[in-house]
């Protein structure tokens, strides 16, 4: 284990600690986003809903996690309730629910934001008309005017601001501050009806939990004849699919596979760094001088032309002497001897027998043996 990988393992420990420490000393926060999941029971699901929802029709309500467009391209249907809350729906699947209302359905839309297709439909305008903390959902008919919802908790302040005269109101937001405006419509259209409420908080968990709430509930639904009532909710196909679905859903599973994720980029992070790069063994350039002398030597020695090698040794002696020692070698006689000496140190012996050695490889029609060489060179090699 080198050092490197040590530093890594002991921040990753130091930072699952740090989030254990966290984990084991927080305190549960409530999840306040308005998410009308039927499966979620934080503030704003649907949890209770869903679970009451076949009191409020008498059993008669089926849910489909079909598209409206392609439910009914594969089903046929007598005239029934249409229900959608706050859901996201397409432009064919709008029309499709249009058809259906014009041949005798009633739908009643429990939705925030109104779909372009309903609005042109019906012929009103929705928008934002108000950000007051509080407001109290009031509907207008007098066998109701004793129940109301107070809603104190993120109201969206949506409303009705412009309803064409064969609009009916039914339910109107009341605020300190603001003149009331509509939230709850009932529009003719075809052998149907459409209803619309765009504040669907009214029947989230925190609110049908509250004493006196579920009166205002059980008043919307009313107004929808005792038929089957087809409930369009999301489909929870993609979510089952997704093989993190278990891991996120778990707090503590979720930290550590986040750490675990944070844990793999700063590994990646830190071994991005350049390395050094192997150095490639670069042989150095051979010195192949000696190499071909030895070439030219085995030459001359499998040739066995002795005189010529000593002709040549004697040139490159004699021009060593006058290049490194300065002596005039034109005459080999007792001058150049006698300098030969002063210079090099060497017995004149040696020096005499040398020059005789030279002499005879110099001359032409001298009979020279392989020891003449051997003796030659060895003369040479010792005076310079």
Not at 295 to 315: C, P, R, T, V
Request: proline share 3%.
């Amino acid at each position: 284990m080198n050092k490197t990988f040590k530093i890594y393992a002991v921040i990753f420990i130091i930072v699952m600690v740090i989030l254990a420490l966290f984990e084991v000393n927080k305190t549960e926060s409530t999840d306040w986003r308005k998410n009308f999941k039927t499966t979620q029971k934080s503030p704003f699901g649907l949890f209770v809903f869903n679970n009451e929802i076949k009191d409020l029709f008498k059993n008669k309500v089926k849910r489909i996690d079909q598209t409206p467009y392609d439910y009914y391209n594969q089903n046929k249907k007598k005239p029934h309730n249409i229900l959608v809350i706050e859901h996201e729906v397409d432009g064919e699947s709008w029309n499709k629910i249009l058809d259906q209302v014009s041949s005798g359905s009633d739908a009643m839309l429990i939705i925030s934001e109104i779909p372009k297709e309903i609005s042109d439909s019906i012929g009103y305008y929705d928008s934002q008309i108000s950000f007051e903390d509080e407001n109290v959902l009031k509907l207008t008919d007098t066998k109701y005017l004793n129940d109301f919802i107070k809603l104190d908790k993120f109201p969206s302040g949506r409303g009705f601001t412009y309803i064409k005269p064969n609009v009916e109101v039914l339910g109107k937001t009341v605020e300190k501050n603001n003149s009331d405006q509509a939230n709850f419509i009932k529009a003719k259209f075809g052998k149907g009806n459409i209803y619309v409420h765009c504040e669907p908080l009214f029947i989230t968990n925190y609110y049908l939990l509250q004493r006196g709430n579920v009166r205002y509930t059980q008043d919307i639904f009313s107004y929808l004849d005792n038929k089957e009532t087809l409930w369009f909710v999301e489909s929870n196909s993609k979510a089952s699919q997704f093989f993190l679905r278990f891991i996120l859903s778990n707090p503590a599973l979720k930290y550590a596979w986040w750490v675990l994720l944070g844990g793999l980029v700063l590994f990646i992070f830190f071994n991005a760094k350049r390395k050094q790069r192997i150095v490639p063994i670069i042989e150095p350039l051979k010195n192949t001088s000696v190499d071909f002398v030895k070439s030219i030597g085995n030459l001359y020695l499998q040739e066995g032309d002795f005189h010529d090698m000593m002709a040549k040794k004697a040139q490159y002696f004699l021009n060593k002497v006058r290049m490194d020692l300065l002596i005039d070698t034109q005459n080999l006689d007792e001058e150049f001897a006698k300098k030969l000496h002063l210079k090099t140190g060497k017995p004149t012996e040696m020096i005499n027998e040398a020059i005789d050695l030279i002499k005879k490889g110099q001359d032409p029609y001298a009979h020279v043996m392989k020891e003449d060489l051997a003796k030659m060179n060895k003369l040479l090699d010792g005076i310079i």
